[in-house]
């Protein structure tokens, strides 16, 4: 192994140390510095952390033909997003590197034979209501739900699938995408969070009527400034984000006090 590698190595296993995983790195073996990817995660034998550790050669020798079988395969396993085959009962028949990531496995190779159903976590988005929608109308578009990986991590993602035949069976081939950053919270989404929290503590000291009105008003405010947020502060294009006319967007505004510093430009 090269000197310049034990870096690299040693910050990627300090990583998965702390965090149960680390994306893959490139390593180079033998005299010839051959490269190849070097993955790591964090599995438990007994009460012993295990470092689980996968290498895969990057490339093939020269002289070497590549059918086109390969090259698709070789291609499926670079993939940024998460790929999954299964039949009509949820078995995985084939998976890529991604899947293995999100799903906290320790190779792809390991999730052949398992039940997606296993890692879909959230009721009204799991294995049955998607294999029912594949059933129903041949595709799934964006389908949001969480995965609860091997190590306990959920990830909110999103399913677009398409079932097709494979011989005399039905298989379904899956893209699972990490949505997780899109959806982090912001400091507005926290805080009205907080205000729907406390909302909550006074069910049974308020009539539901004030209630309601007053949750109303809490997310109508989140999201006038969302809209104003998002449209740089032109009240025009905030009033089409939200399907308003602008005389609507005016009295809301004025409603809840909301100051509009940035110029109404319309152009």
């Known amino acids: 192994m090269a000197a ?9 296993l300090r990583r998965v140390r702390d965090q149960g995983k680390a994306p893959g790195i490139v390593v ?18 007994g009460s012993t952390p295990v470092f689980l550790l996968q290498m895969t050669p990057i ?8 059918t086109e079988q390969e090259d698709f395969e070789g291609l499926l396993d670079r993939l940024p ?7 009509e009962s949820g078995e995985v028949k084939r998976a890529n590197r991604a899947f293995a990531e999100l799903v906290e496995i320790g190779s792809a190779g390991a999730a052949m034979g398992e039940n997606l159903g296993r890692w879909l976590s959230r009721p009204g988005a799991d294995l049955s209501v998607l294999i029912s929608n594949i059933e129903r109308h041949g595709i799934v578009r964006l389908l949001s739900t969480t995965v609860l990986g091997e190590l306990g991590t959920e990830t909110e993602i999103e399913i677009s699938a398409s079932g097709y035949s494979h011989g005399e069976d039905n298989r379904i081939v899956l893209v699972l995408r990490n949505v997780a950053r899109r959806l982090s919270p912001s400091p507005e989404s926290d805080s009205l969070r907080m205000a729907l929290a406390s909302m909550t503590e006074t069910v049974g000291k308020t009539p539901l009527r004030k209630l309601v009105k007053s949750t109303v008003e809490v997310v109508e405010q989140y999201y006038v400034r969302a809209a104003l947020q998002l449209a740089e502060g032109n009240r025009t294009t905030a009033a089409e984000i939200l399907g308003l ?3 609507s967007l005016y009295a809301k505004l004025d409603r809840y006090h909301i100051e509009d510093k940035e110029p109404d430009s319309t152009g």
């Open 4 to 12: 310049k590698d034990r870096e690299p190595i040693e910050l990627m």
């Open 28 to 45: 180079h073996l033998g005299a010839e510095g051959t490269p190849w990817t070097l993955r790591g995660s964090l599995m438990t034998q």
């Open 59 to 66: 490339g093939k020798p020269a002289g070497t033909a590549v």
């Open 81 to 87: 997003d998460a790929v999954a085959i299964i039949d």
């Open 245 to 247: 006319s602008r005389q």
